[in-house]
């Protein structure tokens, strides 16, 4: 198994993406924290779904955007579980509208959320891998941090720093052995996005070249591979799972 007796922290485990890697991980032989935000029974069924695959897994309620409680539920894992291997952040909210619609506190708690979260949870886990020398850290940015959308100036804003804090963090652990990845999904079918305009998203989709939405298990495989030792050279990127759409 490619994640046999590792143990990973992913945020925003309960649903979509983070649900999806949490569960590919455990089949791949990986313990999982699995961190939430409010849905306590979602979350309760993910560690359900990967007790059921012989692994161990954790709920962890945890505000991503505030350093104590980071600081407190990564201080509670490293009790609960041997050890800490590798680290997702996929924990993300979005508050669209145009920017003269969009009120200061909906700009800030995108970024709190989705920029600051995934910097202080590497901030609490830093050490441990610089310690170990040796862990795999990747942040879930977006197509929308590439490019920017219309409507979302929080939210491409926040993905694109995240880019920025990405391969600042692989240039500071890369002697450590620890490898700083980042993953740009485009258009995937998750809560989130079915949520969305049917004519705004059948127009995104006539923009992909492979005319159809990604699935979050096509995030998930990415992630399966930058989490392994398959991927011991590779530090600094942001690699697309978009069907084509940046390129």
Do not use: W
Request: net charge positive; aromatic share 4%.
């Amino acid at each position: 198994m490619t994640l046999q007796d590792k143990t990973a922290i992913i945020t925003g485990a309960s649903r979509g993406i983070g649900r999806e890697i949490a569960i590919r991980f455990a089949g791949e032989g990986a313990d999982v924290a699995v961190l939430y935000s409010g849905n306590r029974d979602a979350a309760e069924k993910v560690c359900a779904e990967i007790h059921s695959l012989g692994r161990k897994a954790v709920s962890y309620k945890c505000d991503v955007s505030n350093p104590d409680e980071v600081k407190e539920t990564v201080r509670q894992i490293r009790t609960d579980f041997q050890g800490i291997d590798i680290l997702v952040n996929n924990a993300g909210i979005a508050k669209d509208l145009l920017v003269p619609q969009m009120k200061e506190e909906d700009f800030n708690r995108v970024l709190d959320v989705n920029l600051k979260g995934a910097f202080h949870m590497i901030r609490q886990t830093y050490m441990i891998f610089a310690r170990k020398r040796a862990g795999r850290i990747i942040n879930i940015s977006s197509a929308s941090g590439l490019i920017g959308s219309a409507g979302q100036a929080n939210y491409s804003s926040a993905k694109a720093g995240l880019i920025g804090l990405t391969k600042s963090v692989a240039r500071e652990l890369a002697g450590r052995n620890v490898t700083c990845n980042a993953i740009a999904p485009g258009l995937i079918d998750t809560a989130m996005t079915r949520g969305m305009n049917q004519a705004a998203k059948e127009k995104i989709v006539e923009a992909i070249p492979l005319k159809r939405i990604g699935q979050a298990s096509d995030v998930a495989n990415l992630a399966l591979f930058l989490a392994s030792d398959l991927s011991g050279y590779i530090t600094g990127e942001v690699i697309r799972v978009d069907g084509g759409l940046c390129m």
